[in-house]
């Protein structure tokens, strides 16, 4: 029998360069669609443009914070077509949503192949592609921040976490997905309380160039203000796949917006209490399960939510993998319920089962990592089982013999 050969040492290098090539040409190919956003945020480029550029981002410009504009402003500095040119803005941010992707699986498996699997994954999911390049919207733009916020907890640097979580809710409100991970580990004692002033200084920070423009910091620091943001989605769900694709629409939406609100924030507490009073140790799996659970939890309860909001979820997912190994079809039912939720934006084609089947498939990953984040809190504790046990023992004793007198 022949004496198999060592493959040559470039052999793996050339491999993982035609992914790499691959998922270029993926997002290649969707350049070219120019999509109903794609032409709001043409606008908003003009009246940047016409308003002198830099100097335009002093004016009201669109209803996104102001770090969009400041990108969207530098679009106008750069040559090429237009569409090329904002889409490949977008896309820059897929490169480090990979980029956090990899160091956080580099904590788990240093030195190993595994932290450029998990990038490459994530360059190559379906959703990722299809968000920056096909769809032409920024995502990634507040989930790469936040990934990187959940990278820096991990590390114990709590500063640049807490900071990078105030970042990714400055590009796009989606960034508050991350904020109950704070809270869990604040209130476990696992980072100090002074360090949450990192977030709103980070979010005051972005802000500040525009104001020192001219833009008015009221309407600036209030852009995400509830009244503002619920004209932009007036429906109790926007194609996402969460409770509210289950849920008729109906008179009382109004009543069932509020309760959504209150409802979605008594779960993430109930939660974080939890595992507070049950004082499960936050291990780093432990911390990359909640981050995952939060990305899915919010969004499913919250009302008002588009298509593209589990995005986090999405990514979060691939990087639990590679920490819980026996999750591997979490990311699959996750990938599954965002992309039948894109489908009838991107292609037109409104089939009335799939929110329905979206929204299933992303509860039944909800209850996978929630079952997995919980289960330690509710096992007994060693120490009242082994006095139950003792307990037990004393009662199932026979009672000794009375003893005769003499």
Known sequence: MQTLKKPPPHAEALLIAALVVIAILARWVGFHEKTTDMRIFFSWYRQLREAGGWRGLGTEVGNYNAPFLYLLAFTIYLPGPL???????????????????YRI?????????????????????????????????????W???????????????????????GVAVAMKPQGIFILPLLLLLVLAGKIPW?????????????????????????????????????????????????VFA?????????????????????????????????????????????AALFSILVPFLLPGMHERYFFLADVLTVVLVMFIPRLWYVPLLVQAASLLSYQPYLFG??????????????????????????????????????????????????????????
């Not at 959703?127 to 733009?141: E, H, K, Y």
């Not at 289950?246 to 959504?260: F, I, N």
Request: hydrophobic share 55%.
């Open 83 to 101: 569409l090329l040119k904002i889409k490949a803005m977008w896309v820059v941010f897929d490169v480090v949503l990979a980029f956090f992707a």
């Open 105 to 141: 699986v580099g904590l788990r498996w240093p030195g190993s192949r595994l932290p450029a699997a998990a990038a490459l994954i994530v360059v190559l999911l379906p959703t990722v592609v299809l968000n920056a390049s096909f769809w032409g919207q920024i995502d990634a733009m």
């Open 143 to 165: 989930a790469a921040p936040a990934l990187g916020a959940v990278y820096f907890l991990l590390k114990d640097k709590p500063w640049w976490g807490v900071a990078l979580c």
């Open 194 to 242: 002074r360090t949450l002033l990192a977030a709103p200084a980070a979010y005051l920070a972005l802000d500040l160039p525009a104001i020192l423009l001219g833009r008015n910091p009221i309407e600036l620091l209030t852009i995400y203000s509830m009244d503002r943001q619920a004209r932009n989605v007036p429906e109790l769900s926007l194609r996402a796949p969460n």
């Open 246 to 290: 289950l849920m008729p629409g109906g008179p009382r939406e109004d009543t069932l917006r509020t309760l959504g609100y209150l409802f979605a924030a008594a779960v993430v507490i109930g939660v974080v209490y939890v595992l507070i009073a049950r004082q499960v140790e936050l291990t780093r799996e432990r911390v990359v399960l909640a």
């Open 349 to 406: 084609r409104v089939v009335a089962v799939l929110p329905t089947i979206a929204a299933l498939l992303m509860l039944a990953a909800l209850i996978v990592v929630g079952y997995h984040l919980l289960r330690e809190a509710f096992r007994r504790d060693p120490i009242e089982e082994e006095l139950e046990r003792l307990t037990s023992r004393r009662e199932e004793r026979p009672a000794p013999l009375p003893t005769r007198r003499a």
